[in-house]
């Protein structure tokens, strides 16, 4: 800020060389003074860039519109993946049964309660998961490196991606292939399907492993794929939620 001065100016009432009157050196003075409080002013701290872009609602939005359109096109590749496992492990389902045991293949004989039951079982399975990851670093390196990855998601695009993914996948590897390869190898060709690239991934397999292990232990108890399935999208929307979270908070 510019400090006001104290006192008199320098030479002030003194004979000036500009003029009789002084008025050229006081209008000097002036502009030195004026000069001194400009170089005070911009020697403060200018206001934080980061301050500054997050204050500034054109570029809230603009990053808002990036987030929108990375989500949605997650999710579309999330479908354009488990579409067409869904429709193999559909025609491999009719190839090997007819189409007459496809709907009890698919809801069993008491589907809502499957529904509602594996729902349930996946979203506190997911909760466990969560709890585990705050215990055990490795588990916490596991959803930094996912949600690292997946980014900032909408809501509903996880919705999606959990209910593709759940039907998908449990088509495939529970509905057709259990029965023709048994529960071992399916489980753990379900795990190594989930192989990733980087190291710090390497327990994902074998979590996906193990829940191939239970998601095929109830589709032989059920006898139905859909309780499978509710398990599989409860489990992701739950994950996914909080991943979108965690990437979120991310810078």
């Given at each position: 800020?510019?400090?006001?001065?104290?006192?008199?100016?320098?030479?002030?009432g003194?004979?000036q060389?500009?003029?009789?009157?002084?008025?050229?050196?006081?209008?000097?003075?002036?502009?030195?003074?004026?000069?001194?409080?400009?170089?005070?002013t911009?020697?403060?701290?200018?206001?934080?860039p980061?301050?500054?872009?997050?204050?500034?609602p054109?570029?809230a939005?603009?990053?808002?519109?990036?987030?929108?359109?990375?989500?949605?096109?997650?999710?579309?590749?999330?479908?354009?993946?488990?579409?067409?496992?869904?429709?193999?492990?559909?025609?491999?389902?009719?190839?090997?049964e007819?189409?007459s045991?496809?709907?009890?293949?698919?809801?069993?004989?008491?589907?809502?309660?499957?529904?509602?039951?594996?729902?349930?079982?996946?979203?506190?399975?997911?909760g466990?998961?969560?709890?585990?990851s705050?215990?055990?670093?490795?588990?916490?390196?596991?959803?930094e490196?996912?949600?690292?990855?997946l980014?900032?998601?909408?809501?509903?695009d996880?919705a999606?991606?959990?209910a593709w993914?759940?039907?998908?996948?449990?088509?495939?590897?529970?509905?057709a292939?259990l029965?023709?390869?048994?529960?071992?190898?399916?489980?753990l060709?379900?795990?190594?399907?989930?192989?990733?690239?980087?190291?710090?991934?390497?327990?994902w397999?074998?979590?996906?492993?193990?829940?191939?292990?239970?998601?095929?232990?109830?589709?032989?108890?059920t006898?139905?794929?859909?309780?499978?399935?509710?398990?599989?999208?409860?489990?992701?929307?739950?994950?996914l939620?909080?991943?979108?979270?965690?990437?979120?908070?991310?810078?």
């Amino acid at each position: 800020m510019t400090r006001e001065p104290e006192g008199p100016l320098e030479g002030e009432g003194l004979p000036q060389a500009g003029g009789e009157d002084g008025t050229s050196q006081d209008a000097g003075t002036s502009r030195s003074g004026q000069g001194s409080g400009k170089a005070e002013t911009d020697g403060e701290d200018p206001p934080s860039p980061s301050v500054s872009a997050v204050s500034d609602p054109g570029a809230a939005s603009k990053t808002a519109s990036v987030r929108r359109r990375r989500s949605s096109r997650l999710a579309r590749v999330g479908r354009q993946v488990y579409l067409p496992m869904a429709v193999v492990g559909l025609a491999i389902m009719i190839f090997r049964e007819g189409v007459s045991a496809l709907p009890g293949r698919l809801f069993g004989a008491h589907p809502f309660r499957d529904l509602s039951l594996g729902l349930l079982a996946g979203a506190t399975l997911a909760g466990i998961w969560a709890g585990l990851s705050r215990a055990w670093p490795v588990a916490a390196r596991l959803d930094e490196v996912l949600g690292s990855a997946l980014g900032p998601l909408r809501a509903r695009d996880c919705a999606g991606l959990a209910a593709w993914s759940g039907v998908g996948e449990e088509l495939l590897f529970r509905g057709a292939l259990l029965p023709w390869l048994g529960l071992w190898p399916s489980s753990l060709l379900f795990g190594i399907v989930h192989l990733p690239l980087r190291r710090e991934l390497v327990l994902w397999p074998i979590l996906a492993a193990a829940l191939g292990l239970l998601f095929g232990k109830v589709f032989l108890v059920t006898g139905a794929v859909a309780a499978p399935v509710a398990m599989h999208a409860g489990v992701n929307l739950v994950g996914l939620l909080r991943l979108a979270h965690r990437g979120e908070a991310q810078p």
